[in-house]
């Protein structure tokens, strides 16, 4: 298989890719950095079987989307629209959202290990902050990413998509209270 120029593609995660969404989460690879909680699980499953009921997770405050490479599905990403109104928003997110159109963040894994290590991960967020601009909304101008300091490989994955880092931050949630993260963010014209 090819990965020098694949055909990459994204859509909304829906219920044909819950096996693989569950299979991914729990590998070690994604439970090392991602959020592999039941509330987190059952909030994708809820996403897929199209929001019906409330969500344990962040009042569902997030959209999931499969990344496919040449058909198959390979990875998963997430997003939420990131408000000024935002009681809990850090002053170093405010500063950086989009002065002209909307701001998404986006948390995102290649969870099918027979695709890690082959260099998708730019080619991935590249393909992807594109494909919303273009196919869901062009007034996304902006997006935020923001890695754990114990993630180095992520962060360097984002710098060659085009993200910039533009502050240091310590996360104060759950599980990673006082863990440093870089704020990381990509414009688009």
């Known amino acids: 298989m090819s990965t020098q120029n694949p055909k990459i593609a994204f859509q909304k995660a829906s219920p044909q890719y819950r096996e693989d969404v569950l ?10 950095f991602w959020d592999t909680s039941l509330q987190h699980r059952d909030d994708i499953l ?8 409330p969500s344990p997770y962040w009042n569902g405050m997030f959209d999931y989307w499969i990344g496919l490479i040449n058909d198959e599905a390979y990875s998963l990403l997430m997003t939420s629209e990131i408000l000024p109104t935002q009681k809990d928003l850090l ?22 290990p027979k695709y890690l290590g082959k260099g998708l991960g730019a080619p991935t967020l590249e393909g992807f902050t594109k494909f919303i601009r273009e196919t869901i909304d062009p007034s996304i101008d902006t997006f935020f990413i923001d890695p754990a300091d114990t993630n180095p ?5 984002y710098e060659k998509s085009g993200f910039k880092t533009v502050a240091t931050f310590h996360r104060d949630v759950g599980s990673e209270k006082n863990v440093k993260h870089f704020l990381m963010v990509k414009t688009m014209p």
């Open 23 to 32: 299979n991914w989460l729990t590998q070690p690879h994604i439970q090392e």
């Open 46 to 53: 809820i996403f897929m079987a199209g929001r019906k009921k």
């Open 153 to 157: 490989r992520a962060k360097h994955v």
């Open 91 to 112: 002053d170093v997110w405010k500063a950086n959202l989009s002065k002209t159109g909307r701001t998404f963040s986006i948390d995102f894994m290649i969870g099918n």
